[in-house]
């Protein structure tokens, strides 16, 4: 009686201690720095430091003298990150004294899985169970919109998407978001871009559902952004494993140069480009709806929706040379870039990937221009700035006024490529 009395004593105490242990992944006295690298030789320390360390995680990598990098480093590294700043003459500064913060302040403002989809709202971030019910709400809701679910995810979770469609003549618009899980201002966003296509009043708007047929998937990145939820928050990949690592970047798994420069051959890498070109299941789901949809609906623009660091970039990302449209993607992403600074003051600046942000290769706006002709294609890096303090966890009260910017670009870019002519049968001008 006594042993068994003892064994429950001990056995609800394991309960007890098992219900506290939390297996999410933690970032208390994780440090942000924000470096300023001149010198050739803090270049070399850097790459260095980035290959034989993953205490450290780079936000982009050291490239070149006159360049700025963000790095999180765990705090057992404080110490020796602190002496190599002192001994290369590294100049920078701590934009973030503890990653774990602001990651416990961000949880009050996401919503509980179990939250009904009529309660779906920007002014919480909300999980993906929801954000799929909250779609299949409004297929329910609004005629000519329609649910697209694409074979699975390595976890075999659908990418699901919805078309919009008044007019079978009409161009079509592809927005991508989500395909890095971290990101969760992109689905947050283009969720927003889609309600305000079914229900603004705004004659620019209704002009924009009215007159471009729409494709928009929320997540296309499930497996990933689901395990930002249940795993770690700054998860980026996908989960599917390769080796003891795991996680593909699905933007380095495309056909575009694929593994080129600007993306990694180590799974360990927050860049891995895949095992090969499109190796992952995301990856050929969306290959093969945008290979067998691209001519028959007239998708014409593509936008891929990041975070952070409030850019407009068109291709190319894996070279330096120019696009054949360059300058119309120049003046079009001028319009983008000045619609948005009118709706909230943001600046955001606008460019090639490759000169604007770093080279990558394999990237999916690379991929749609290139081997599918679409010859408006846009990536877009949302807020925060470069420098950005909160980096991918943008504060949920900067949601709506986020992707409200959003939408002015996508309003005032859609506007001036069709004055130069991209909406028009025949006026394709990659072919030209
Ligand atoms: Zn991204």
Redesign the pocket.
Known sequence: MRSYFVFCLLFSAFMVNAAQVSNLARYDHFRLYRLFIETESQVKMLQQLEDISDSYSFMGHARQVNQNLTIMVAPHKIAEITELMERFELQGTVLLHSMQELIDKEQFTIKPKTTPPAEFNWQYYHHLTTINQWLQLQVNTYPHLELIQLDGSYENQSLIGVKLAKNPDNFAVFLECG??AR?WI?PASCTFVLNELLTSTRPDVRNLADNFNWFIFPVVNPDGYRYTFEGDRLW?KNTRPYGLCRGVDL?RNFASDWNGQGASSDPCRYDFAGGSEASEPETQALAKFLRANVAEQRIRTYFSI??FSQLVMFPYGYTTERAPNYNDLVAIGKEGIKAIENTHGMQYVSGAMIETIYPSSGDSVDWVYSALDIPIAY?F?LRGPPDSTNMFLLPANEIIPTAEELLAAIVAMLDAAKRLGYYSTGGNKMEL
């Open positions: 395909i890095h990101e992109s980026r933007n990041h975070s990536t890096e």
